[in-house]
């Protein structure tokens, strides 16, 4: 998935209101999903509130991305239901990729153009104000800003990675979905996960999908999916 095929869809939308500190409350009952004959992801029931971080842990193809991928709004699941509700309201599912921040070893972005360039593109399509300063402070938040002007086709795997995860504060959500954030990281750059992962859940609510215990500790709760593994058929 590229970082900007969703946000083309939205040139020229509306400015998306920012929603900060709001209460979180995500509900899911019964939530499955299926590819074909395969079980990607067997159901599910949990609530999670903010504030706070929660890890969804289990075996290789258990549904650990699958599951993200349905609260991030970019998969309909075959079965069940998820709900976001902000202060008490629901969020309907279209208007739930402007408050939810998501991070994936998926998320691409266009190699020629800068780093600052593909985060600002984002930007100006979600309708925030301040494009390119907004871009700027993302990239700064995850150590990047001395590399903004650097084409993304001259980043390592671990810059990558940075990179996905200021595309998923950028516009400042209240939820962070993060699928494998550490991946490729060094030290420094999971210390950086770390602290976004303690700033942002002190107000917000943080969803981390990890089998390594260095991020799943970082979460208060741990969720265990204990489903067929590797989606072999139902």
Do not use: C
């Amino acid at each position: 998935m590229n970082a900007l095929q969703g946000a083309r869809a939205v040139v020229g939308a509306p400015a998306v209101p920012e929603v900060r500190a709001a209460a979180v409350r995500l509900e899911v009952r019964g939530l499955g999903h299926r590819y074909g004959m395969r079980t990607g992801l067997e159901p599910i029931d949990f609530e999670a509130e903010s504030p706070g971080a929660v890890a969804v842990t289990g075996p290789n193809g258990s549904g650990k991305s699958t599951l993200l991928r349905i609260l991030a709004g970019l998969l309909r699941p075959s079965r069940g239901a998820s709900r976001l509700l902000l202060d008490g309201r629901e969020v309907p599912a279209a208007g739930r990729r402007a408050r939810v921040g998501f991070a994936a070893p998926s998320l691409a972005f266009y190699d020629e153009l800068t780093a600052v360039e593909n985060l600002e593109f984002v930007a100006a399509a979600r309708g925030l104000d301040r494009p390119r300063a907004r871009a700027e402070e993302a990239l700064a938040g995850v150590g990047l800003a001395a590399r903004a002007a650097d084409p993304v086709a001259a980043y390592s795997s671990g810059m990558r990675q940075r990179l996905r995860l200021a595309f998923a504060r950028l516009h400042r959500p209240p939820v962070l979905l993060l699928d494998e954030p550490g991946a490729h990281l060094d030290d420094e750059g999971r210390t950086t996960l770390e602290r976004i992962v303690t700033d942002h859940g002190r107000d917000g609510l943080v969803v981390i999908a990890t089998n390594d215990e260095r991020e799943w500790r970082l979460a208060g709760r741990r969720i265990e999916l204990r489903g067929r593994s590797l989606g072999r058929p139902a």
